[in-house]
Nanobody, 124 residues
Framework: QVQLVESGGGLVQAGGSLRLSCAAS????????MGWFRQAPGKERESVAA????????YYRDSVKGRFTISRDNAKNTVYLQMNSLKPEDTAVYYC?????????????????WGQGTQVTVSS
């Protein structure tokens, strides 16, 4: 089992920044590709960014490219999502997820473990 705990969400004005963190425990963190997903009220969960377990290959959805950065610190068993130039449409509950090795994936059903989520609200 892998336990994931997100933190860093909150209320921010449009144009502001937040850094989300996801702390993992339970298994060897470096064996897991990590993803960030989000779900806004009334909408389906969507991928935001992902980072591969080896080589630091990353993926971003088009709407966040150039604004968000995913990174990981294997020594701290933590994955981060730096979010800059936030927009009201970024408002959602943000979840981190872990996938044991394998290819980088933007599909939620490819991930094995999920955190409880952290709320991000961007006011206009």
């Amino acid at each position: 089992q892998v336990q994931l705990v997100e933190s860093g969400g909150g209320l921010v004005q449009a144009g502001g920044s937040l850094r989300l963190s996801c702390a993992a425990s339970g298994r060897t963190f470096s064996n897991y590709s990590m993803g960030w997903f989000r779900q806004a009220p009334g909408k389906e969960r969507e991928s935001v960014a992902a980072i591969k377990w080896i080589g630091d290959t990353t993926y971003y959805r088009d709407s966040v490219k150039g604004r968000f950065t995913i990174s990981r610190d294997n020594a701290k068993n933590t994955v981060y999502l730096q979010m800059n130039s936030l927009k009201p449409e970024d408002t959602a509950v943000y979840y981190c997820a872990a996938r044991f090795r394998g290819l980088l994936s933007m599909f939620s059903n490819n991930y094995d473990y999920w955190g409880q989520g952290t709320q991000v609200t961007v006011s206009s």
